[in-house]
């Protein structure tokens, strides 16, 4: 009996232990997305800063242990005796402690890689596609062969974990005289647990819970993914949050800075190219340091490059780092500022308008072309709710020889398909492509291997593999009737993992090429300071010489006078582009200014509220809280 009573005196004390153990292994998966990847936040985070993050961490940490352990802790100090009995403690402790705690390591693990190319921890939305047709698993095999030291690390980690708590250090322990002394010592230690339970998952006293944006307040945006951990980060956006509509000005000066309903200007530029085909190519993972269009003396996208110089060509930006965010960016102008993307968001219901829908009333065609699995990323959602009149996948590609035994159709057949399809489509169309090749885990045809150059990084060879396709897609196009009166528009959906310190820049991860193409035509250059993705369709729109109300969070490129900042958005932060400056805005106030010509690497942080640091933020203050407020209140086509 007094063994027995022993055990229920010792409990809180092994608690508290594992727990400790818990956090520990939390804190040094920390440690390890600085260390491997160390090349991005070395910039701006020497390594013996690491110490002072960990510090700052170490209240999400908290957070995330609390809520990783809820379960755990609340069975275990339950002020009952039947929770001595050894089945009870087994189960609770394999299913409450062990396999959540290790599913939070494998979390942090898991974005030891994939921040580099998220540059964010994961959020709750990984759910909405990990698992969409079955491509997780498919992927697999390539994740295990590509990162077998992840998965070998999680493992001694979870090894670790479990072999120091079934240690039992030497507690010294009290003894029970009745179940009544138990009782009545437990009921106020299960009270207490209850309340540090309660007071970790809040993550303090602060009016409002603990929250991913809150790291904002008391780091940089560079460094808030080292102080924020993945479990955390997953937990607290898995539910999708309602937006809150920030008040930077009056609604009246808010649309006199910037109005997203809009119409094409009435310039010498409207109608150039009316009643033209368009063709959207959007190219995976096609950074500006991949080609030579950034004054690189080698690059590995030579046609594209070829390209740039017959049509007009910018040093664009992407609006975000995820495919998924980039097709309604491109082909609506609407950019996913928010910590979930707006396909699979609660706000997915809302009325959009697209290119195609647009056009479809000025008589044109549309198609959407993913060489990849129906339903990947949601892209056949996308279409249909931005009035495709037609979607193209692997399955109606139909033909499995051609299969990269991951995504989906190789860019070269694919690519050639759709110039055979588009001869066969009703003109006037508008066709969006979308690439694949260059995608994880960067794979080229077998007879090509020996063949395509190889660079610092895996992808750059299938970057070399997907220019050659478009080489032969140009060529083809070139012989079809529709290729002379098409306008072709060439744009990465975001940029891939950093091959050099420029590319690793905060301006870098976000550098994309955007160039509009149109055979034997001289376009008007662009004019506008920086170019993003959400400027492609007002600019479509400007040279078809469409004249109806439409909704944008861009303006056409080119036309002078529009200035309105190219916008990147990332974990709460905003990044504001134009005129060779970048400002980074938390939400409330620029906390950083860099001059991207005198400074390149953004060391130099000259933000003192200059006229420059003002002109930016309050053009784009207005833009964000406008998004924000349409987004919310279902206005994302022209209020009439």
């Known amino acids: 009996m007094n063994k027995r009573k022993r055990t229920f005196q010792s409990m809180h004390l092994v608690l508290l232990y594992r727990v400790s153990i818990a ?34 961490g170490l209240r999400f940490d908290l957070a995330a242990l609390a809520m990783v352990n809820a379960a755990y802790i609340f069975f275990s100090t339950l002020p009952f005796s039947f929770r001595n009995r050894r089945y009870y403690r087994w189960t609770v402790s394999a299913l409450f402690f062990y396999i959540p705690n290790a599913l939070a390591i494998g979390a942090n693990l898991a974005d030891v890689i994939y921040f580099r190319f998220t540059l964010k921890r994961t959020t709750g939305d990984v759910f909405n596609f990990a698992m ?16 077998w030291y992840m998965f070998l690390l999680w493992g001694g980690l979870c090894w670790l974990l479990v072999f120091l708590a079934l240690r039992r250090p030497f507690f010294n322990k009290l003894i029970y005289h009745s179940q009544l002394s138990f009782f009545t010592f437990n009921f106020p230690m299960f009270a207490i647990w209850m309340g540090l339970l309660v007071l970790g998952i809040r993550g303090g006293l602060q009016l409002k819970p603990l929250s991913p944006i809150m790291a904002a307040s008391i780091t940089s945006p560079e460094r808030l993914p080292l102080v924020i951990n993945t479990p955390f980060s997953i937990i607290k956006t898995i539910k999708n949050q309602p937006l809150s509509v920030p008040t930077y000005f009056s609604q009246a000066k808010a649309l006199h800075l910037f109005n997203p309903d809009q119409k094409t200007p009435n310039d010498s530029i409207n109608g150039s190219l009316k009643g033209y085909n368009v063709v959207v190519l959007i190219l995976e993972s096609f950074s500006l340091e991949h080609t030579t269009l950034n004054g690189n003396t080698k690059g590995f996208t030579p046609f594209l490059d070829s390209l740039a110089h017959q049509g007009v060509f910018a040093k664009g930006i992407a609006n975000g780092k995820r495919s998924i965010e980039a097709i309604p960016a491109i082909l609506s102008s609407l950019p996913t500022w928010m910590n979930y993307d707006f396909i699979t968001s609660p706000y997915s219901g809302n009325k959009i308008n697209s290119l195609p829908s647009l056009l479809k009333p000025q008589g044109y065609t549309s198609i959407f072309l993913h060489g990849g699995n129906n339903g990947t990323m949601s892209f056949d959602s996308y279409a249909s709710m931005a009035g495709f009149d037609k979607y193209i996948g692997r399955k109606e590609y139909n033909n499995d020889r051609d299969f990269d035994g991951t995504w989906g159709i190789w860019d070269e057949p694919f690519l050639q398909f759709t110039s055979n399809l588009l001869s066969q489509t009703k003109q006037p169309f508008v066709a969006a492509l979308f690439t694949l090749s260059s995608h994880h885990p960067y794979k080229v ?17 299938s970057i070399a593999y997907a220019d050659q396709s478009l080489r032969r897609f140009f060529k083809s196009a070139s012989k079809q009737p529709w290729y002379n009166k098409t306008l072709f528009v060439l744009v990465a959906d975001h940029t891939s993992e950093g091959a050099t310190a420029i590319g690793r820049t905060k301006a870098g991860q976000y550098s994309i090429p955007i160039i509009f193409f149109a ?114 209140n279902n206005k994302l086509t022209p209020q009439q």
């Open 23 to 56: 956090l520990f292994l939390l804190v040094l998966t920390r440690v390890f997305i600085y260390l491997f990847n160390y090349k991005i936040f070395s910039v701006h985070t020497p390594l013996n800063d690491l110490p002072l993050l960990i510090w700052q």
């Open 132 to 147: 969409n047709d079955g491509f997780f698993i498919n992927l697999l095999p390539d994740f295990l062969r590509d990162f």
């Open 445 to 461: 045809p077998i007879e090509y291997m020996y063949k395509l150059p190889k660079g610092s990084l895996p992808i750059q060879q």
């Open 519 to 632: 055979p034997g035509q001289q376009l008007a250059p662009f004019v506008k300071s920086a170019v993003q993705q959400t400027d492609i369709m007002p600019g479509i729109l400007h040279l078809l010489g469409y004249h109806e109300p439409f909704t944008a969070f861009g303006e056409s490129p080119f036309v002078k006078g529009s200035n309105a900042p190219a916008i990147s958005y990332n974990s709460g932060v905003f990044n504001l582009f134009r005129n060779d400056s970048l400002a980074e805005f938390n939400g409330k106030s620029v906390s950083e200014l860099y001059n991207l010509t005198n400074d390149p690497l953004q060391s130099r942080n000259i933000s003192s509220k200059t006229a420059t640091d003002i002109n930016i933020s309050e053009k784009g203050r207005a833009v964000i809280q406008l998004y924000y407020e349409k987004m919310k």
